[in-house]
Structure formats: structure tokens, C-alpha cells
């Protein structure tokens, strides 16, 4: 299959310029996980509008002809790409309708109306999409969708272009999975710039696509989104990103519901970072399965985002539920 080369990449990441921000790199204390790991955590929340998203909007938008460019864009995200959606089209001098579900947190949807986009609330993720296929027909409006696509991966790819540049030398890096797109684009950049890396997709138990995906060797979807961790919530696995992490990803592991609640009070307590569920999933991973498996290396770990308000904070991370095991 083809995939984005290193100097589309960089291309891309120049093109983007100012629009995007080159989030830092912290490296944690030798307390986190033991002495022995070295911990680096990309710093992606400190990105525009409080997640990745903007990088793979940006590129999608980018690339519109200016005809289309001017008749819109639309979109669904219950959202994180919501809200990257509404921020490039104002930064693009276009306009964003984007369809959310009544489910979504008020915080989001309010965070997509001050970048100047109109909101429109659907019963569920399907009518949400259903409702966005017909502003499509009817407004001629571009779809610019949350996870799948070539653009989209090349968006993405710029962090994991950053992150390997940023920290040399890494055994392992974790990459968050919802629908794949960031995924697939981090390790597609990671396995070019540091071959040697182990790249490992996290996902939670209940919103496992891509993991189900890779056992059966084709795009999956799941009967039901059963998380906290709603950015990560796809309800499917996509041609595209599929596969790019079968090819650039070594392994995928999964996280309890618990040990994202944990990771959400680690992050707090170590970096004074509040995130949102998602925004965990990688350090979970790091503390909980792959704990033993990681020490002694140079890890690094994606922060993804941190789109979340204070009482929702306050909740999931004081919140200590039940082992939930496999959703299997």
C-alpha cells in the first residue's frame, strides 16, 4: 500500500507552519515507573483547540479546491475533531456545521460554538452521521471525516515526525487508538525516522475495533462503545488506517477502565496535568500492563488531549470502579 514518505511529512508539516504548534517533550521523573525507565511524554494537549486533531483537519481542509473550500465543511465527533473541524474552517476562512450527539459533554459542544461553527445535536452516533450525509446533499458541504483517509494520516503523522525528532533513540513508543488515524500516522512517521522503535497501539476494553481487527485480519466493528474514554470510542475499524498500523504498528494492548481513571490522577498528581480519559490511555498502559515489560527502556508516550471540564475531571479521576477485565 502506499503511505506517506518521510519528505511528505516534513512537506506537510511546513505547510502547516504556525497553524499547528510543535507541543513539547517532558521527560518524567525517575519515580513514575521505577528508576530504570526513562519516560518521555509528548505534550499534545498544549496543541490548538486541546487535542491532535487540528493537524489532520488542517491537512484535509488544505488540500480542498477553493470551490469547495467556500461551500463548507461538515462533520461528526461527539468532539475532540469536532471542535478541530470548527477551529480550522475559522482559521481557514470557511464555514463548519458539525453534528454532534446529545450524549456529547456540554463543554465540547460549547468549545465547537466559539469557534464559530453550528452545532447540530442527533439522538446517536448514527442518525449523527445520517444528519451529515444529508448537509452534505443538500449544502454541498465537504465531509471531513474523524479518523480515515491518506490526508488524515499524513496530518497525524507530523506528531509522530515531531516526537521522533524530538527524543532519539526510543525503544517503544504508546500511541493512543479511537478509529486509528493517529495511530497509523505517528507510526507510519516513528517506523521511517526510528525503525527500531517498537510502536504499541492502546486502546480501552470497551472500544477494542482495532484490536478485534488485527485478530481478524480485516476492519471490525464493535456492537457498542462500553467506555469513559469517548474520544476513543469508534465504533469501527477503516480500510485506511487499518492498514497503516498493520504495517508500522508491532502490537496493540488494552486497558481497563480502572487503570485510565489511575493514569488520569497519575498525570494530576506527577505533570499537574489535567486530561481527559483518553488523554490517559497510553500512560496507562505504561503503568499498568506493559509496566514490566517496558522497564529498563527509553519510553516515549502520547498525551493526546485534554478536552474535559472540571466537574467531569473531578469525577473520573476520583472514581475507582470494579476490575473490569476483557469486554469479550
Known amino acids: 500500500m502506499d503511505y506517506p514518505s518521510l519528505n511528505e511529512i516534513r512537506n506537510n508539516r511546513s505547510r502547516l507552519g504556525d497553524m499547528v504548534r510543535e507541543t513539547p517533550v517532558w521527560q518524567a521523573s525517575d519515580t513514575l515507573v521505577g528508576a530504570s525507565t526513562q ?3 509528548k505534550l499534545e494537549l498544549f496543541q490548538y483547540t486541546g487535542s491532535f486533531k487540528p493537524r489532520g483537519a488542517l491537512t484535509v481542509m488544505l488540500d480542498l479546491a477553493a470551490d469547495e473550500r467556500a461551500r463548507g465543511v461538515t462533520a461528526v465527533s461527539a468532539g475532540n475533531h469536532a471542535i478541530a473541524v470548527a477551529f480550522s ?9 458539525v453534528v454532534m450527539p446529545k450524549s456529547a459533554n456540554r463543554f465540547r459542544v460549547e468549545r465547537c460554538r466559539a469557534y464559530g461553527a453550528a452545532v447540530e445535536l442527533a439522538d446517536d452516533v448514527q442518525q449523527a452521521f445520517a444528519r451529515a450525509q444529508q448537509i452534505q446533499e443538500e449544502e454541498g458541504r465537504v465531509f ?8 488524515t494520516a499524513l496530518g497525524t ?3 509522530g515526525l515531531e516526537f521522533a525528532s524530538q527524543v532519539p533513540a526510543l525503544d517503544a513508543v504508546l500511541i493512543p487508538i479511537g478509529g486509528g488515524g493517529l495511530c497509523a500516522g505517528m507510526a507510519c512517521a516513528f517506523k521511517q525516522l526510528q525503525p527500531a522503535c517498537r510502536v504499541i497501539g492502546v ?12 485478530q481478524n485480519g480485516t476492519p471490525c466493528a464493535i456492537d457498542k462503545v462500553r467506555t469513559i474514554a469517548d474520544s476513543l470510542g469508534a465504533p469501527y475499524a477503516l480500510p485506511y488506517s487499518f492498514a497503516l498500523c498493520r504495517r508500522f504498528v508491532d502490537d496493540l494492548v488494552r486497558v481497563e477502565e480502572g487503570a485510565l481513571q489511575r493514569a488520569m490522577r497519575l498525570l494530576f498528581e506527577e505533570l499537574k496535568l489535567a486530561v481527559e480519559p483518553a488523554g490517559a490511555a497510553a500512560t496507562a498502559a505504561l503503568c499498568e500492563p506493559l509496566r514490566d515489560a517496558l522497564a529498563g527502556q527509553r519510553v516515549g508516550v502520547m498525551v493526546c488531549g ?3 471540564d472540571l466537574a467531569t475531571f473531578a469525577s473520573q479521576a476520583a ?3 470494579a476490575s473490569q477485565g476483557s469486554a469479550d
Open 89 to 97: 474552517a475559522r482559521l481557514l476562512g470557511t464555514t463548519a456545521k
Open 306 to 308: 485534554s478536552n474535559i
Open 39 to 41: 519516560i518521555f511524554f
Open 203 to 214: 486502546e480501552p476494553f470497551g472500544a477494542d475495533s482495532m484490536y478485534r481487527s488485527f
Open 319 to 321: 472514581a475507582e470502579p
Open 157 to 159: 503523522a507530523t506528531a
Open 144 to 151: 471531513v471525516h474523524p479518523f480515515e483517509g491518506p490526508l
